[in-house]
């Protein structure tokens, strides 16, 4: 999504399959044609979709939890979680000091493409990364990730994506200084005639 908020209301597979089953499987395009018993097919045929689209589900701006919102509410059983609950998580998460409406939540939101720039810049050569970049980097990652939990109330958003820059500008000084001070020395007739070339 270029625009607008994506929510991933995630339910467990189990709780999912025994609602497709319980309704039937013939008007679900994607199980209709599966073998099996109604309930194993589902799950199966979920836990792949699961797997394929697990990572951009990730992706997902907020997560709504029904095993959460179960627990919350003393439920056994998600299945008996309403849709009215989860409006009202859903609102809660929609009002909450950090959420969309403020810039609380956006900021961090678009600071996770200096994480995202840096993993790209795992394929490059060691030699062409920059010390002071990389330390500004990590450096700003750990006082940052502390300052989330300083603030009220705390910006687990802002906790996650300067954990990520911490991480990248870590490990990039790590490529840097291996390659810097510990790459094994080519032997000395393989150098002089690459020298020579």
Request: proline share 7%; aromatic share 12%; charged share 20%.
């Amino acid at each position: 999504m270029q625009k607008g908020v994506s929510v991933w209301l995630d339910v467990p597979l189990e709780a999912l399959a025994r609602r497709i089953t319980a309704v039937g499987t013939d008007s679900r395009p994607l199980l209709h044609h599966e073998s099996g018993d109604p309930y194993s097919k589902t799950m199966k045929r979920l836990s792949t979709l699961f797997e394929e689209r697990g990572e951009a589900y990730a992706n997902a701006n907020a997560r709504v939890s029904l095993k959460y919102i179960a627990a919350k509410h003393g439920l056994e059983d998600v299945c008996n979680v309403t849709p009215t609950l989860i409006a009202i998580e859903l609102r809660a998460l929609w009002n909450h000091p950090a959420g969309p409406k403020t810039i609380h939540f956006w900021a961090p939101t678009f600071k996770w493409g200096l994480s995202a720039a840096n993993i790209s810049n795992f394929s490059k050569p060691p030699e062409t990364l920059s010390y002071p970049q990389q330390a500004v980097i990590a450096t700003s990652g750990v006082i940052w990730s502390r300052y989330c939990f300083v603030i009220t109330p705390w910006n687990w958003n802002l906790f996650g994506v300067n954990s990520a820059m911490a991480c990248t500008g870590f490990y990039q000084l790590f490529r840097k200084i291996r390659h810097d001070y510990y790459a094994a020395e080519p032997p000395a007739g393989v150098a002089a005639a690459e020298l020579h070339d």
